[in-house]
């Protein structure tokens, strides 16, 4: 029973959360500039993700005065499947997007700063609000450029990139899921053009299999990831 003096304090809360999750061994980033798909999984412990109305989903963020637009819609079903991206052994609605749609709305935000992406949904059985949330690093454009001559290749490949700016550097291959494979650069370099070859063959020397890999160049807090495949 409540007296005079007392107080209550309540909350309510009108959505149901949701967990944003990542690909196994993915950097917490995201871009702006470049080509390619960007993935994540969305997951509910109160709805099955089938029940995610996948026209809903909507991608904004908490920093303020971040770009030209507000919000950005992930409408296009080709990008969406039900999977388990970061191998939690817990179904996910896998989503993907190009750097390209999230521009707008990160536009005004500097490189490198950590920003909280916000994803909502709605749910098709009573159109109840899903939302969750995932902090990011941005990574636009401009501080590296990278390029891979001989793709497919065997059995050796050249990396080439450009630096804008002079710091660490490392140079990264990496298994389709997301192991280490090789390192091939790990130094102090100044702002330049420059030049380094994959033989194929991982850290201990022993030759990889042919297959998917990812070369990410890495210079503080931005980030070059290219695909490349290797044929035996």
């Known amino acids: ?12 809360v009108n959505f149901l959360p949701l967990q944003i999750v990542q690909i ?43 770009g030209s637009v507000s919000s950005v819609a992930l409408t296009l079903q080709r990008q969406f499947k ?6 939690n052994v817990f179904g996910d609605l896998d989503i993907k997007f190009r750097a390209s749609q999230v521009k707008p709305l990160l536009s005004n935000v500097p490189n490198g700063t ?23 690093t941005k990574s636009g ?15 050796e490949t050249a990396i080439r990139y450009t630096l804008r700016d002079s710091g660490p550097v490392q140079i990264r291959i990496f298994s ?3 192991a280490l494979v090789r ?32 070369v990410s160049i890495r210079q503080g807090t931005e980030v070059s990831q290219s695909r490349i495949v290797m044929a035996r």
Request: hydrophobic residues 40%.
């Open 1 to 12: 029973m409540l007296n005079n003096a007392s107080t209550t304090s309540a909350s309510i």
């Open 24 to 66: 196994v061994g993915a950097a917490p980033i995201i871009k702006t500039s470049g080509n390619g798909w960007q993935s994540f999984g969305l997951e509910s412990y109160f709805r099955s993700v089938v029940d995610i109305d996948r026209s809903s989903i909507v991608l904004s963020t908490t920093y303020p005065n971040a």
């Open 82 to 87: 039900i999977g388990d991206i970061n191998a």
């Open 114 to 136: 950590v920003v909280t992406m916000v994803f909502t949904a709605r749910a098709l059985s009573d159109g109840v609000t899903l939302r969750g949330t995932l902090d990011l």
């Open 141 to 155: 454009s401009g501080a590296i450029t990278s390029a891979v001559a001989g793709n497919p290749f065997r059995p």
């Open 176 to 178: 389709v899921n997301g």
């Open 183 to 214: 390192t091939l650069r790990e130094e102090a370099a100044s702002a330049g053009s420059y030049e380094v070859r994959w033989n194929g063959k991982d850290n201990a020397g022993r030759t990889a299999s042919s297959g998917i890999y990812f």
